[in-house]
């Protein structure tokens, strides 16, 4: 098993930043790729970003040239920080893990956080 828990996330008004960080903890050999997720109320949840092990990366178009995603391994902490935002990034954001390394597979993710709430105003 692996236990994922997120902190950072918070009020910030349009154009600020957040750095949110996901601590991973447990199995976590059995990690190959992390990710954000973020689900808006009414809204279906989907993908931010994603890193793999070897730091290969994938970012929602959304979010690209905004949001950053990295990890440390010796951490094991994968981080994402956010730039420039705006009141449509305001969302409970997730952070999950996958044994897959395949990007852009957003099914197979196999733990999930708690969650966090990112509150962005106008």
């Known amino acids: 098993q692996v236990q994922l828990v997120e902190s950072g996330g918070g009020l910030v008004q349009a154009g600020g930043s957040l750095r949110l960080s996901c601590a991973a903890s447990g199995s976590i050999f059995a990690i190959n790729r992390m990710g954000w997720f973020r689900q808006a109320p009414g809204k279906q949840r989907g993908l931010v970003a994603e890193i793999t092990n070897a730091g290969s990366t994938n970012y929602a178009a959304s979010v690209k040239g905004r949001f950053t995603i990295s990890r440390d391994n010796a951490k094991n902490t994968v981080y994402l920080q956010m730039n420039s935002l705006k009141p449509e990034d305001t969302a409970v954001y997730y952070c999950?893990?996958?044994?897959?390394?395949?990007?852009?597979?957003?099914?197979?993710?196999?733990?999930w956080g708690q969650g966090t709430q990112v509150t962005v105003s106008s």
């Open positions: 999950a893990a996958s044994a897959t390394m395949q990007l852009g597979a957003t099914l197979r993710y196999d733990y």
